[in-house]
């Protein structure tokens, strides 16, 4: 019966519009305090003229690229400016990937086209280790000189920069050590 009677007032005091006007105020009043305390602070200028730095201007040409689960989004820019220049995560390329072999990988579609140093990327890439993000990296820069000019679709293709790598990590199986492997099993 205690449990009831407890129920029935904090029902009353939840129905007293009385209370509900004063929560009301109470949350009203406290609002503003938390929003000033939110406040993002201001943005220094240096770092405001280095993303204009590093951003591209001009026609630009769209693909995207993936490798096991490594997904590149990639645009390159043509411009009287370009001078080979890649932007990786807003990083530069080599910064972002230090061994020269990820750098070669992902630089070789210009150079099979005859291309290096005519036009400057930019990527955005998530997922994956470096290895697959060069590859995902690869096939999205081939992709985008496809869109630019078709006639390199041969040279592109006979590389293999065209094909998708679509080979991913199988699933553990339930039972199972990993994908296959099984426990070691007992005779006796």
């Known amino acids: 019966m205690a449990t009831k009677t407890t129920t029935k007032k904090a029902v009353k005091k939840a129905k007293d519009p009385k209370k509900t006007k004063e929560v009301k105020e109470l949350k009203e009043s406290k609002a503003p305090k938390a929003v000033k305390a939110v406040k993002a602070p201001k ?4 770092v405001v003229k280095e993303k204009k730095k590093n951003s591209f201007e001009g026609e630009y040409f769209y693909a995207v690229g993936k490798r096991k689960t490594a997904v ?8 009287e400016k370009a001078g080979g220049k890649g932007i990786v995560n807003e990083k530069e390329m080599e910064k972002y990937f230090p061994l020269k072999r990820l750098q070669d990988t992902i630089l070789s579609p210009f150079l ?6 005519q036009f400057d990327f930019s990527v955005k ?8 993000q060069a590859d995902a990296i690869r096939l999205g820069i081939s992709r985008a000189l496809l869109i630019c000019d078709e006639g390199f679709r041969k040279t592109l293709r006979t590389a293999g920069f065209l ?8 699933r553990k199986k339930p039972g199972k050590k990993k994908a296959r492997k099984s426990p070691q099993f007992s005779k006796r």
Not at 43 to 46: A, H, S
Not at 125 to 132: D, K, L, S
Not at 163 to 170: F, I, S
């Open 43 to 46: 943005v220094k200028e240096e």
């Open 72 to 79: 590149a989004q990639i645009r390159i820019y043509s411009n």
């Open 112 to 117: 099979i086209c005859g291309k290096e140093n």
């Open 125 to 132: 890439v998530n997922g994956g280790g470096f290895n697959a």
């Open 163 to 170: 094909t998708r790598d679509a080979r991913k990590v199988e």
